[in-house]
């Protein structure tokens, strides 16, 4: 589980165990299916990793795998429950020359319901474009919005449940496949794919898109 602090640097997630999200049984197929053609021996990191468990998963795949958090105590148990991936801090939006220079390019980013957390999506989406080698593929998921799933979240009197603007430093940017689309090909990507992930179609808990850098 996790909880949140706030210090001079700003916000950080604090985790308390090494336990998997809910949400990792149903986005681990869809992200799973658009990581399928990178072969083994590939660099894949994970922007915004928080304890790890999520990128773990693929450790039967023959990549080499990396996380980067900025949450000093998921990072801790990564390392604690997985040591034959590398896991270090870093700040997924703010410049990341520091990451660049220690990880160098990578062939494939996967980054699972962070960008909803994030002030500043753009350069999050900027920077993983540095990270990734020409050619190289961004899988990201967050909750999704469209307008089916908004009128039904309306009539049945769930939107506050929903936005949860009661949880402090909790989601900020509500995505649609149309929004997340125009800023993924804002910074530079192309070949965007989409697929949706829990629950029934047009009601999806959330949304996977793949990218690529040409």
Not at 36 to 51: F, I, K, Q, Y
């Amino acid at each position: 589980m996790t909880y949140i602090i706030e210090n001079m640097a700003g916000i950080t997630y604090e985790y308390t165990a090494a336990n998997s999200s809910p949400s990792h049984a149903y986005l681990y197929p869809s992200v799973a299916s658009f990581l399928r053609d990178v072969p083994p021996g590939a660099t894949v990191l994970d922007l915004g990793c928080g304890n790890g468990t999520f990128v773990a998963l693929f450790g039967d795949r023959g990549w080499r795998l990396m996380g980067t958090d900025f949450s000093p105590s998921g990072i801790e148990f990564a390392r604690a429950s997985f040591p034959g991936i590398d896991f270090f801090l870093g700040d997924a939006s703010a410049p990341m020359g520091d990451v660049l220079e220690r990880v160098g390019q990578v062939d494939a980013i996967l980054s699972t319901e962070v960008i909803e957390h994030l002030y500043d999506p753009r350069g999050f989406l900027r920077n993983a474009y540095a990270l990734l080698k020409p050619g190289g593929t961004l899988v990201l998921t967050t909750p999704y919005h469209g307008y089916l799933k908004n009128v039904l979240l309306a009539v049945t009197g769930k939107l506050d449940q929903h936005f949860t603007v009661l949880w402090d430093h909790g989601h900020i940017k509500f995505w649609s496949r149309k929004t997340l689309t125009a800023a993924l090909k804002e910074a530079g990507f192309q070949d965007i794919r989409f697929a949706g992930s829990g629950r029934v179609p047009w009601v999806w808990k959330s949304m996977v898109l793949r990218a690529s850098k040409p």
